[in-house]
Each structure stands twice: as C-alpha cells, then as structure tokens.
C-alpha cells in the first residue's frame, strides 16, 4: 500500500556532511509523524529523529545539533541532513512513516534502508 524509499547514503569522510532523503508513495491519503532510525552492525536498531506533520522536530541527544531532520509535505518527503559525521554515525538508515491510507486505516510502513559509512 506504501512504499517508502531512502537515498543518499554512500562513503563520507569523518566530519564531512550527507543529506539522505526518503520519498513516500502508494495510496497515501495523509503521512502523520515521519522519522529516521539507524542500526549499526551488532547493535539494535535506534531512534534518530522525528518530525510530525507539523513540522515538530525532536532529536536523540548523540545527533543534536549535527542532524537536522525535515519534511516536504507537498511531496511527500522527509530528508536528514548530517554533518560533523563521525564513526559512531556509521549505521544502515531506515525512514519510518505512519500513514493514513486511502482506506483510512493507518499504518507504520519502514524503507528498505541506506548504509552510511563514516571513514576515519
């Protein structure tokens, strides 16, 4: 029913910046609260950022003020910048909807992830 899809990871170097971005589609009658979760390699898969339909932003305290999540509802997109990239930022990055589809039930729908490599 949704797809979301995430693009924009790759290799960068340690304090250099990256803008993922994750794009929502399928039968979409309105996205609520949007977000960003990273897991890296052994560990469980964490919180990163949220934004609500509103534009409310709430960060975890190991990204604030490196990260800046942000949403374009006109086209159904959330983006993350990130700088001061480090290699604890290193993690496969998965976008988070939840969605209310055009049957009117909602739904918490994930992306396939994309990995961001930090190299020291």
């Known amino acids: 029913q949704v797809q979301l899809v995430e693009s924009g990871g790759g290799l960068v170097q340690a304090g250099g910046s990256r803008r993922l971005s994750c794009i929502a589609s399928?039968?979409?009658?309105?996205?609520?609260?949007m977000g960003w979760y990273r897991q890296a390699p052994g560990k469980q898969r964490e919180l990163v950022a949220t934004?609500?339909?509103?534009?409310?932003?709430d960060y975890a305290d190991s990204v604030k003020g490196r990260f800046t999540i942000s949403r374009d509802n006109t086209k159904n997109t959330m983006y993350l910048q990130m700088n001061s990239l480090n290699s604890e930022d290193t993690a496969a990055y998965y976008c988070?909807?939840?969605?209310?589809?055009?049957?009117?039930?909602?739904?918490?729908?994930w992306g396939q992830g994309t990995q961001v490599t930090v190299s020291s």
């Open positions: 934004i609500t339909s509103g534009g409310s932003t």
């Open positions: 399928g039968s979409i009658f309105s996205i609520n609260s």
């Open positions: 988070n909807a939840l969605v209310t589809v055009t049957s009117r039930s909602t739904i918490s729908a």
